[in-house]
Every structure is written in structure tokens, then in C-alpha cells.
């Protein structure tokens, strides 16, 4: 049945191998929501692809969904859905608000997820996959963020990856002022960590970009110098720097491991702290393999971001009460809303067999009939008309639809009258 449904995965329920097969670029996303609606396995779509989750919010059939998802990754369906969770319509809207809030990511409360959730939805909307059903869910999802952020804690003590990103650093060297760091890509990733790095003052920053004018950017950004070049300069530069932490859209690795042992050798035995933020990776994972190189991803920083998760844990049962009570609120909203056309009809209904009772009696008076005799003419025939299709409904199908005569009690009171 067509309705309001998720389907996802994120890194609760796979790991990054598999989470990195079913990314959506930055760069693809227009193209393949778009593509998504087009192919009519859904009426509406939002898609939300970020480093932990790949999730596709749509309007139509589970079934139809994940077959477009597994032919748009060149996948068989049975490799991705012992991954996948699928959500009927009441547990997408409890989805979306939970995810929109920072209670379904790696760092509880992190808001950085809010910012990814309306960039998807503005995508959707410039592609036109954005209609009446997915938009009103989109708008209530982003009014109970602010809500939960303005009245709970929950976003308070938490540690985001880009703080998690220097402990890591620090558990490998002894003080991050004397270490030259070097970032992959110039995205909002980039730019967060690049920031907790310069609070520290490293000896040496630089930002290497496919486009030099955004890495420029990001680095006068900085509150400490960094020089910003273009990503062509990586294989001559790589060597000289202590930290390498990468985070770009490129769907094939960056930083292979051939290149990055040449590094090393160069480097004479001095380690490498290497941090992939991307999905797909940037770094290949054989680079864990070699001598000096310590290698993280974002999977390997779960126990990090997991600090402080106790003081916050108070907070989130208190914002998890709250999206509960604003799920309801948003259902029956939902529920009364449709009945809107219902009613219309039934409305238009009793308005023809007025018109229609009406035009006859006019037709009687111009012809000389006593009023009296008009009116009494004209309210038996429009109770006729008003009561005909429920009689015929109730000795029809009132056997086989006990619930009909409830109904009809409860819709003319007639328990009450008796």
C-alpha cells in the first residue's frame, strides 16, 4: 500500500563497508531523488546520505523502494537487506523526529544532523519530490528540533566527532602544538575539525582542495595561520605532515596505500595519524596495515564520542517524552486531515440533493400548488434522499459489516434517542 514510509540504514545496524556501498554523494543527490520519483517507486522522496546513514523518506511501497535503491547501487537486494530497517507511516515520523533531534546519532544531541536533514529537504524541493505529504512531515520535524533543543539538555556535554577527531590525535602524540596537520577536502566536516585543531595551535596547518578559492576560505576562517593548495599537491606534500584527516565526496579512494608508504618511508620511522571522515572512504583500508600508520574511521570513533553519554542521558529521556507526545499531536493531525475530503464530498452530496429537492419545489409553486403542500412535499423527499444511502448500505451489508450499525448509531445518536 502506498503510504508515508523510511527505509535506511545507519551505523547501528551496518558497518562502514556496507554504509559507504549505499552512500549518495553530494553530487549525485539532485540527480537520484529526482531519478527515485521519476521511476514512480515512489509519489514523493527526501534522501539523507551522511557519513553514518543512508535513509530514503518517501511516499509509496517498501518493496519498490528497495528494489530502486539496490539497481541505483548496482546491488542485489539480497546483499542490502539484512542491513535495512523499514518504517511504516507512524514510525517515520517518529524517525524523523528522533533523527532531526540528534536521539538516533553516533554523538547523542550533535547538531550538525539538523543542517544534513534540511539541506536533503531542500534538495527534494528544487527537484520537485517534495509534495503535500513529505513537506508538512519536514516542517513539524524541524519546528520539534528547535523545540527539544530549546527546552532539553540533550545537546549539552556532548563530545562531536570534530573534538573526538584531536583526543584521538592526543592519544597518539604527546602535544598537538608541535604537530603539522593536514586536511583533505574544504566541506563542513573539514571545516568543523580544522577548527578544534587550531584551538590548539598545531605547528603547521594546511587544506588541500580541488578548488583552491574554498580551501582559501576555510583557511582565513582559522583563528591560526594555514596555507591552502590544491589537491594535485598531495603526493609531494603528504610526508611532511603528522596528521592527515580527509573528508570528501570522491566516490574512490584518495589516499592509497602505495602512496602513503612512500610517505612513510620518507618520514624515516616518525608516525602518521590518519583519519577518514569520508563515506565512501578517502583512505584505503589497507594503510592500517603498515608500520607508523594508525588509521581510524568514523566507526572507530564510537568510544570516543561515547564520553558524557550519562550526564546526557536524563536529557534524552525528557526530549524522547517529548518527540513521543509531538508524534501523537502529528498523527492525529495527520488523521483529521484526511478526513478533509471526506467530508468535502459528503458536503457536495448533500448539497446536489438540496439543489435538487429545491428546483423541484420551485417548479410546484410556479405551477399554483398550495405552499403548505410544497413544503411538505419538499422535506419528505429530501429526507428520502438524505436517508436513502445509508438504509440501502445497512440492509445490504449489515450482516457482513456489523460495524456499519455502529456507526450509523454513533453518526445520528440513535442510542441516545432510544
Not at 507512524?90 to 536533514?117: K, N, W, Y
Not at 602518521?272 to 568514523?298: C, G, K, N
Not at 452530496?349 to 410556479?366: C, D, F, I, P, Y
Request: overall charge negative; aromatic content about 4%.
Amino acid at each position: 500500500m502506498t503510504q508515508l514510509t523510511a527505509i535506511g540504514l545507519n551505523h547501528q545496524t551496518a558497518p562502514l563497508s556496507i554504509r559507504e556501498r549505499l552512500a549518495f554523494a553530494a553530487a549525485v543527490l539532485p540527480e537520484a531523488v529526482a531519478q527515485l520519483v521519476h521511476s514512480r517507486a515512489a509519489k514523493e522522496a527526501v534522501i539523507l546520505s551522511t557519513c553514518n546513514r543512508t535513509e530514503l523518506y518517501c511516499v509509496g511501497e517498501h518493496e519498490a523502494i528497495i528494489g530502486w535503491l539496490a539497481q541505483y547501487h548496482r546491488l542485489q537486494r539480497h546483499e542490502i537487506a539484512p542491513y535495512l530497517y523499514l518504517l511504516d507511516a507512524p514510525a517515520t515520523v517518529r524517525h524523523a523526529f528522533r533523527v532531526a533531534c540528534g536521539l538516533d546519532s553516533m554523538v547523542l544531541g550533535e547538531p550538525q544532523i539538523l543542517g544534513q536533514l534540511k539541506d536533503a529537504v531542500r534538495v527534494a524541493q528544487e527537484q520537485n519530490t517534495l509534495h503535500s505529504e513529505l513537506n508538512a512531515l519536514f516542517q513539524k520535524t524541524f519546528a520539534i528540533a528547535k523545540e527539544v533543543r530549546t527546552h532539553t539538555a540533550v545537546g549539552e556535554n556532548s563530545v562531536s566527532m570534530a573534538a573526538a577527531s584531536v583526543k584521538m590525535a592526543e592519544q597518539i602524540f604527546p602535544s598537538v602544538s608541535k604537530l603539522k596537520v593536514l586536511f583533505i577536502g574544504a566541506g563542513e566536516m573539514i571545516e568543523l575539525v580544522a577548527t578544534y585543531f587550531a584551538a590548539k595551535a598545531p605547528q603547521r596547518i594546511t587544506v588541500l582542495n580541488r578548488t583552491l578559492a574554498r580551501a582559501e576560505q576555510l583557511c582565513a576562517g582559522l583563528s591560526v595561520p594555514a596555507d591552502a593548495r590544491l589537491l594535485t599537491d598531495l603526493p609531494q606534500v603528504l610526508h611532511e605532515y603528522d596528521v592527515v584527516v580527509s573528508s570528501t565526496a570522491s566516490p574512490l579512494p584518495i589516499v592509497g596505500k602505495g602512496l602513503l608508504e612512500s610517505a612513510l618511508k620518507q618520514r624515516r620511522g616518525m608516525p602518521m595519524f590518519l583519519l577518514d571522515l569520508a563515506v565512501p572512504r578517502d583512505i584505503e583500508a589497507e594503510v592500517a596495515d603498515l608500520d607508523d600508520a594508525y588509521l581510524y574511521t568514523v566507526d572507530d570513533m564510537m568510544a570516543i564520542v561515547q564520553t558524557g553519554k550519562e550526564a546526557r542521558a536524563k536529557a534524552a529521556e525528557e526530549a524522547e517524552q517529548l518527540v513521543g507526545n509531538k508524534v501523537n499531536e502529528f498523527l492525529n493531525w495527520q488523521q483529521s486531515r484526511q478526513a478533509v475530503p471526506l467530508i468535502r464530498a459528503l458536503r457536495d452530496e448533500g448539497e446536489r440533493a438540496r439543489m435538487q429537492v429545491l428546483e423541484n419545489a420551485m417548479k410546484h409553486l410556479a405551477k399554483g400548488m398550495p405552499p403548505e403542500a410544497v413544503l411538505e412535499r419538499l422535506s419528505v423527499q429530501l429526507t428520502n434522499k438524505l436517508l436513502h444511502a445509508p438504509t440501502r448500505t445497512l440492509n445490504k451489508d449489515s450482516q457482513a459489516h456489523p460495524d456499519l450499525a455502529d456507526a450509523i448509531n454513533r453518526i445520528y445518536h440513535l442510542d441516545d434517542q432510544r
